[in-house]
């Protein structure tokens, strides 16, 4: 149980860290960092539902066969999420930007980015109590999909009055909520070995919603067809790590 908790907290520290990849954009052109962000989402996407299906949900299956319990418990993954993320935009504020003041949404987007990484560190944390092939495919499939979040998440806070500096390092307080959401995935699956029977496909269902909801929806407002086809590849890249990692094992 010991190397679980060590790999666990090691694996979500790396994840918190990638908050700070704000520092290695500053000095890009808009431009370039939206092509790049693109392909980033894309691959993003497929290693998301590669974990899901690839990793998470036949280690589930496999234990507990696929019942109404595992249908109902991916479905409270997506709803939860489903409501996480309503509850943001219906405190979102569209305002114009005053730099002097910093806006109700960039607080929002502070909220929410703490209960994502929670649910993130939670999912992390679980992973690991399946074994530690599945909790480093979840970690990767978390970091790839932190990389452009993060990236993300540094805009909407300068664009809603704080400073680079005080994005910077509320992006990485928000980040380290992580480690509260693993060490409770980790207590309670030591406490109550069969909550992981729920909480796998849970996971698996957060990861399908956040892949099917947010990030192929920001691939469709793409309509030139040589960069569809370059986000196809990436999508594919993504899924293929996963399948890649499970041969590995």
Not at 39 to 53: C, I, K, R, T
Not at 59 to 82: C, D, H, K, M, P
Not at 151 to 158: A, K, P, Y
Request: one cysteine or more; glycine letters at 10%; charged letters at 10%.
């Amino acid at each position: 149980m010991f190397s679980i908790w060590v790999y666990s907290i090691s694996s979500v520290l790396l994840v918190g860290f990638i908050s700070l990849i704000g520092l290695f954009t500053l000095s890009m052109k808009t431009k370039h960092l939206k092509n790049i962000l693109l392909y980033l989402v894309s691959f993003s996407a497929g290693a998301m539902f590669g974990d899901a299906f690839i990793h998470l949900l036949p280690e589930v299956v496999e234990e507990n066969g696929f019942g109404l319990f595992t249908s109902a418990s991916i479905l409270a993954g997506i709803v939860i999420f489903f409501v996480m993320e309503k509850v943001i935009h219906w405190r979102h504020c569209h305002h114009t930007t005053d730099h002097n003041h910093v806006h109700p949404f960039a607080v929002m987007n502070l909220v929410g980015d703490g209960v994502h990484n929670f649910l993130d560190g939670l999912i992390i944390g679980v992973s690991y109590l399946v074994s530690l092939p599945v909790g480093i495919a979840t970690t990767i499939a978390v970091i790839l999909h932190e990389i452009p979040q993060e990236i993300g998440d540094f805009s909407v806070l300068i664009h809603g009055g704080f400073t680079r500096a005080k994005a910077l390092f509320l992006n990485f307080v928000t980040a380290m909520i992580a480690l509260i959401g693993t060490i409770f995935a980790l207590l309670i699956g030591q406490q109550f070995g069969g909550i992981t029977s729920f909480l796998i496909p849970f996971a698996a269902g957060g990861f399908i919603y956040i892949a099917g909801s947010d990030l192929i929806p920001e691939l469709h407002k793409e309509t030139k067809t040589w960069k569809s086809f370059w986000q196809l590849i990436a999508f594919v890249a993504g899924i293929m790590i996963m399948l890649l990692l499970l041969l590995l094992e």
